[in-house]
């Protein structure tokens, strides 16, 4: 194991990229699970311990990206995962790629990677599996060894029929990347709750249909926005006594984008309708989804949709907001190339992905 990539005698192998987290956390005492600092090992550690437990003929490498608690997580992290994770897939050498990851806000990178590099690792044939762990490793029934060896499995397991594409792997299940969504403070399948997923190591027949209906429907990554140049995008949420200030204290800011996490079917606040209209003539992009945590947000659903807005389909806030940075983005490079494709053109794409289970 190594943190140098440098090792064309363990070729070919499984990359395994370290980002922190509850997996790679640890506890003050063994009898206090919850009281733990995340992201404190290092993954040359981690994959150090489930050494024994790999398959025969499977190399693995690791190397540190970040060792941070995922709250933390930053846009300009995301870039660096996402430019090593493109360059390395076209690495013959590597079979697959493995990120170990804090689970508060894998659901982002879940959707990040996807929209940025799926394409290109179902091109390719290859997976790229995230994965975590909701007890920190020096606690009593620690799950980041049990989700890491999954996971090395699943990202080095023959294709047979399951494409290459973006997968996260945790409590023996797996789902597609975009499909995970922390729903559970505590639970040890809290970022697949919301999830239809396969389990680990058994690939259910109609999973696998909507799998690949994904992998079809999404021709072309965005581009991975530069550290520094992804555009400020904030989450509001609707609720009852909702003030216009909450909208109208951004319309003199540098926001690019708002995403509304409206109740039920992504309605907002009346309130906020006069503040909104006024962003849309400032150029402000914005998009509905819902706070419900479950369903669709239809265009026009359940009144018409002013101009300038663009309904989430079955984005949640979080991912509907780095999709909206990842449009903004990719219409910024369009321009810069004289193609008149703007942030909705891209956004549309996303929105109807089509929906697994
Ligand atoms: N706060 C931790 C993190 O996201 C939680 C976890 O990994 O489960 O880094």
Redesign the pocket.
């Known amino acids: 194991m190594s943190s140098n990539l440098m090792h064309p005698e363990k070729s070919p192998y499984i990359l395994v990229l370290g980002m922190?987290?509850?997996?790679a956390g640890l506890a003050s005492a063994a009898e206090r699970p919850l009281e733990y600092a995340?992201?404190q090992v290092g993954v040359e550690s981690l994959v150090s311990h489930i050494k024994s437990a790999i398959p025969k003929g499977v190399n693995l490498i690791s190397q540190q990206l970040a060792n941070i608690?995922?709250?933390n997580l930053s846009e300009p992290l995301l870039s660096s995962l996402g430019e090593r994770v493109y360059a390395s897939l076209e690495d013959p050498a590597i079979l697959g790629i493995v990120v170990t990851h804090?689970?508060?806000?894998i659901e982002e990178t879940g959707i990040f990677l996807q929209l940025t590099c799926g394409r290109h690792a179902n091109r390719l044939g290859k997976r790229v599996i995230l994965t975590?762990?909701?007890i920190p490793s020096n606690a009593p029934g620690a799950d980041g060894p049990s989700n890491l060896l999954d996971a090395v499995k699943w990202a080095a397991t023959p294709l047979d029929n399951c494409p290459g594409g973006i997968y996260a792997v945790m409590d023996g299940r797996a789902c597609l990347a975009m499909d995970l969504a922390k729903r559970h403070t505590t639970a040890l399948n809290a970022p697949l709750q919301a999830s239809p997923s396969s389990s680990a190591g058994l690939i259910n027949p109609s999973w696998l249909s909507g799998v690949k209906a994904v992998q079809a429907a999404w021709t072309e990554d965005l581009p991975i926005p530069e550290g520094g140049e992804w555009p400020w995008v904030e989450i509001l949420t609707s609720h009852a006594g909702a003030r216009p200030e909450t909208v109208s204290l951004w319309l003199d800011s540098e926001v690019k984008g708002l995403v509304l996490a409206g109740s039920g079917m992504g309605g907002f606040h009346d309130a906020w309708q006069a503040p909104l209209t006024l962003g849309v003539s400032k150029g402000i992009a914005l998009v509905r989804t819902t706070r419900t945590g479950a369903g669709i947000t239809y265009s026009d659903i359940p009144e018409k949709d002013p101009i300038g807005y663009l309904a989430a389909g079955s984005l949640t806030a979080p991912r509907a907001r780095i999709a909206l940075q990842l449009a903004l983005n990719a219409e910024k490079q369009a321009k810069m190339m004289g193609k008149p494709l703007t942030w909705q053109d891209f956004f549309a794409r996303i929105a109807v992905l089509p929906v697994i289970g």
């Open positions: 922190g987290g509850t997996i995340a992201g608690n995922s709250r804090g689970t508060d806000t975590g762990a909701m």
